[in-house]
């Protein structure tokens, strides 16, 4: 299929001989030729706000998770963490829960006396579908858009945040980043440029649907439910 | 005009459903919750306007640099174990696809929403040699299952009631009848639960393609993306070659644009960039990672410099939402894999002019859809130069003659009076024939008034005038 390549290649080029107008020049008299990449610098002043301190942005997570139907909760240590997951396990009555290798998380799901699917050393698929809970850490939250952003290396590979009917994501205060912008410069600094997982995912609310009469229905494939501990 | 099938059947089409009110109700109330919506998260931004130039730019960059972004692209896929395929046309990314299917012996294929599989026929080139081909997306999922093209790229099953979709599933999946959406859509998920967990191979798309770093980005809302992608031992993206980005953080801008104005959200559930099969130390993932890209014409669009910011297309679907034409005539009428606006556009490019022009004059040529469009594709304009480059390529005699007259008739001021008082004679016996097959104007009349000619010129009342 090589050949394919240059031919390709070889048709762009020669489709390229001719220069196109330049970018918007249709709605603004002043549009210029882009230069490079001076476009993307502006960006974080383009996308929403997000407030400049810490609470303002913890305030505004908490705003777009509760928009998005996703329970947010701001603990104090380890011990609150343990027992408001033991509320969450009781309530919903369950029986066995998946989590992967990290002191936070496994810490908390032991302390739930539950048995314990973990996704680290290979696992069996059914064994994980039928857990009630997966519970994961994540790489940040954003405070901009509420999301969760996770990666195959931070939680527990690419089917524990998916798979189960409610993920509890563990996050701390401190991976609160502000925007879209710091989420991406955030995993460029952590794993660029050789060491991306080969999962990288902004998880923003539970799942969702819309299909029908576009009416909101929670849990269409993956996760009905979708908890944040931020300790 | 001369007529082509598919401007006949699109025309008999289109009067059908512009009498249908139940459907233009549906429509609209459905346009409207999204519109709302959309409305309300574009307010967010500190400055959407700026943010659509931004957006134009980049993918300027990345559309007439092509060339290079692609190179890199696949050269980056490839530095991580992912097999990068090339197709020049469809018949191509089909027999890629079927080779690597037929290799596993797959049993069970599941797929999230892939609008490039739509164009490329993969579904019936799979079946065809006896592979079972699950859709994930629910709207996808519910058109499969009645044997229908999706009416909307976007909203696939946009133009179903909830009984018609309740009625399809009792049919098909021997479901008890329900009225809630609810219900509905937890008798797919436990259909579809079972097959994620058994199916060999998963079959993806790509909102974009990362230059940078070698990775696609998938957005959803449903998450069956993510379980076909996290399952199956081999993920198969098909990806059309214009999908690229040059740099990773062009994300930051393009994901919550695509949410906001694809369906009003700040950002779609799931937005997901996958770089690679499963890497050493990773847990899960499949073992293989095979992208496709297609290019099926759309190095010809590229060729044509004053409409190639067409390939900037997102496929956000906000110009089909707000295009007066699709909101009456309908997705299925277009007859094309992508309807609307964009679909008029890139149609004639994509499966010859002469057959697709008449997509052209299914506008109003209102511009809603240039204005909505998020990375300013010159939309409106663009229907124009395919009519000229119509004509141009295939002139029609007697419109040429008609026009003549026209000209003739306007620079001979006697002749044009004259016609006036004719006309207002004409008008008088005109109710008779009105609409029928004997009257002149038949076409226009037939579901318009035709305009009175004036009991008075402004030249007789100026000549007149005390
Ligand atoms: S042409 Fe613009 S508005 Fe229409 S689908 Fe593409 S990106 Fe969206």
Redesign the interface.
């Known amino acids: ?2 050949d ?2 240059e ?3 070889g ?6 001989r ?7 020049a ?3 008299q002043s ?1 210029h030729p ?1 230069s490079e ?1 001076e ?2 610098v ?2 974080p ?5 997000v407030g400049v301190t810490f609470e303002e942005r913890i305030a505004l997570f908490q705003k ?1 998770a509760a928009e998005l139907k996703a329970q947010f909760v701001l603990l104090d240590g380890a011990e609150q963490l343990a027992s408001q997951l033991r509320e969450i396990a009781a309530a919903e009555g369950w029986k066995k829960v998946a989590t ?1 290798a990290n002191e936070l998380a496994e810490c908390a799901a032991n302390s739930l006396g539950l048995p314990v699917v973990r ?5 069996d ?2 064994e994980l ?1 039928s857990c009630d809970a997966g519970i994961s850490t994540c790489e940040a939250l954003v405070a ?4 969760v952003l996770v990666t ?2 931070s939680s ?4 524990l945040s ?2 189960p009917p409610h993920h509890v994501v563990i996050a701390r205060r401190e991976q609160l980043i502000a ?3 710091a ?3 955030l ?2 600094a952590k794993y ?2 050789e060491n ?20 909101l ?1 929670l ?5 009905k439910k979708l908890t944040i501990l931020c300790v | 005009m001369s007529t082509t099938p598919a401007a006949a059947e699109f025309k008999r089409d289109a009067t059908t459903l512009t009498k249908d009110l139940r459907h233009r109700s549906l429509i609209r109330t459905a346009l409207k919750k999204y519109e709302i919506a959309r409305d309300s998260k574009k307010a967010l931004f500190q400055d959407w306007q700026s943010a659509r130039q931004t957006a134009a730019e980049i993918k300027w960059d990345a559309i007439n640099h092509l060339d290079t972004h692609l190179a890199d692209f696949a050269r980056n896929l490839e530095a991580r174990g992912t097999r990068v395929h090339w197709a020049s046309n469809a018949e191509q990314a089909r027999e890629i696809i079927l080779t690597i299917v037929r290799e596993k012996k797959a049993s069970a294929i599941v797929k999230s929403k892939v609008m490039t599989g739509e164009e490329i026929h993969l579904n019936e080139a799979l079946e065809k040699e006896g592979f079972e081909v699950v859709e994930s997306d629910l709207g996808e999922f519910i058109v499969q299952l009645r044997k229908e093209p999706p009416y909307h790229f976007v909203f696939p099953a946009m133009h179903l009631t909830r009984g018609q979709i309740s009625e399809t599933f009792a049919k098909e999946l021997g479901s008890a009848p329900t009225d809630s959406p609810e219900e509905l859509t937890m008798i797919a998920r436990r259909v579809l639960r079972g097959k994620y967990v058994t199916a060999d191979i998963g079959i993806s798309g790509a909102n974009f393609g990362i230059a940078e770093t070698g990775m696609i980005s998938i957005t959803e809302n449903e998450g069956n993306a993510r379980l076909t992608c996290a399952l199956p031992k081999v993920h198969i993206a098909l990806m059309g070659i214009e999908k690229i980005l040059p740099k990773f953080e062009d994300l930051a801008l393009f994901l919550p644009m695509l949410g906001t104005a694809g369906a009003g959200q700040t950002l779609t559930g799931y937005n997901s960039m996958y770089g690679g099969p499963r890497q050493p130390g990773e847990t899960d993932g499949p073992e293989e990672f095979h992208v496709v890209l297609l290019d099926n014409k759309r190095t010809t669009l590229m060729a044509d410099p004053e409409q190639r910011d067409a390939l900037h297309c997102m496929r956000c679907g906000a110009c089909l939402n707000v295009c007066p034409i699709y909101k009456n005539v309908g997705g299925h009428t277009y007859g094309t894999t992508y309807q609307g606006p964009i679909g008029s556009v890139i149609t004639p490019h994509l499966r010859g002019l002469q057959q697709w022009k008449h997509l052209s004059f299914a506008s109003s040529l209102c511009g809603g859809c240039t204005q909505a469009c998020p990375v300013k594709i010159d939309l409106h304009h663009h229907l124009l130069q395919s009519r000229r480059n119509a004509i141009a390529q295939r002139p029609v005699w007697w419109e040429k003659i008609a026009f003549r007259a026209l000209s003739y008739l306007f620079n001979h001021a006697g002749l044009f009076s004259l016609g006036m008082k004719l006309g207002r004679i004409g008008q008088i016996f005109h109710p008779l024939v009105k609409a029928t097959r004997i009257d002149p104007a038949h076409a226009w009349t037939q579901s318009r008034e035709l305009p009175k000619v004036a009991p008075e010129t402004f030249r007789e009342w100026w000549q007149h005038r005390k």
């Open positions: 299929m090589n394919e390549r031919n390709i290649l048709r762009i080029r020669e489709a390229l001719l220069p196109a107008p330049v970018p918007g249709h709605e603004r549009a882009v990449r476009a993307a502006h960006i002043e383009w996308l929403p706000s777009n992967h996704t680290d050393s290979g696992y698929v059914h579908e901009q858009t509420g999301s195959s290396k527990g590979g690419r089917a998916i798979l925007d879209l912008p989420a991406f410069a995993i460029k660029g440029p991306y997982p080969s999962l990288i995912s902004f998880i923003t609310g539970p799942s969702r649907t819309g299909d029908i009469e576009r009416i229905v849990g269409a494939h993956g996760p």
